[in-house]
Each structure stands twice: as C-alpha cells, then as structure tokens.
C-alpha cells in the first residue's frame, strides 16, 4: 500500500532538483560541488527522491532544430459522459499524442501532439475527432516556444 502523504523536501533537495532539471547528466560529483555537500549525500538524497517518485525518471529534450522540422499542436478534447476512460485508451494508443492531460474547463482533456507535417497533423487530428466518445476538438499550432523550464 503506498503512502500518499507529501514528501517533505528542503532546500537541498529543490537545489538538487532545479540542477538536475538543468542537466539531468550531470556527475553526482559536479552536484554535490555546486551544492556544497558530499557526494554520498547527493547519491543518498536521489535514491530517496526516486523511490518517493518526486523523481519519477530522466528523459531527453528535443532540441529545437528537430522540433522544428515538424509541428506541435495543443488539443482541447470535449468527450460525452461516460466516455473517458475509452477516449484515454484510443488517445494513449497514438504515438504522436506526447501528452494528455485532464483539465477544467471548458475541455475535458488537452493533448500536446506532433506531427512531422501539416497533412500529418491533418490526418491526426480526423483520427481524434472520429474516436467515439469525442464531442468536440480545438487545435492551436505551436507558431514559437517563449520559455522553456525543461519538461519532458
């Protein structure tokens, strides 16, 4: 059974995470330096933020020459009642879905998508709109990224 209440983090443990969402790569040396501690304290702490899942993984970030050669696109999804949990699984099935999140709203979802064309993206987007349970959609194309904090 697990434990839902909140980690407790100190500000050593946001420095060692706002370090790592900079450069995930970085040495353990490097970090226990930059944050004047040793580097058993730095091993130590990491094992307990990944098994407290506050560090759920490391990922790699698409440089913007590769994002560019393609489009992203944002989605609010409305569903009919009831119809969630089959649209989750139909969505989750697409490998351009990056993300897919619940929301309030006037949305029940939001899907972050790319597609390596605007014909691409087209024919997604009619996929979506044809999974049973989908009510409505609006698209809003990527134009540029303003501020970037590293999410994967």
């Known amino acids: 059974m697990s434990d839902s209440r909140p980690i407790a983090l100190d500000e050593i ?15 353990v040396a ?13 091993t130590s702490r990491l094992a307990r933020l990944e098994k407290t899942k506050v560090i759920s ?8 020459r590769l994002i560019d050669g393609g489009l992203q696109a944002y989605v609010g999804i409305k569903v009919q009642p009831r119809s969630g949990k089959e649209v989750v699984r ?21 899907a972050w998508l790319r597609s390596d064309s605007p014909e691409q993206l087209d024919q997604l987007l009619d996929q979506i709109g044809s999974v049973e349970g989908v009510e409505k959609t609006t698209t809003s194309i990527i134009l540029s990224s303003k501020v970037d904090r590293g999410w994967n």
Do not use: K, W
């Open 13 to 27: 443990d946001r420095q060692l995470i706002s370090l790592l969402q900079i450069n995930a790569r970085e040495s």
């Open 30 to 42: 490097m970090l226990a330096r930059q944050l004047g501690i040793a580097r058993t304290t730095v």
């Open 57 to 64: 993984g490391y990922g790699v970030r698409l440089g913007q």
């Open 90 to 110: 139909r969505l989750g099935a697409m490998g351009q879905v990056q993300q897919l999140c619940a929301v309030s709203g006037e949305f029940d979802y939001v």
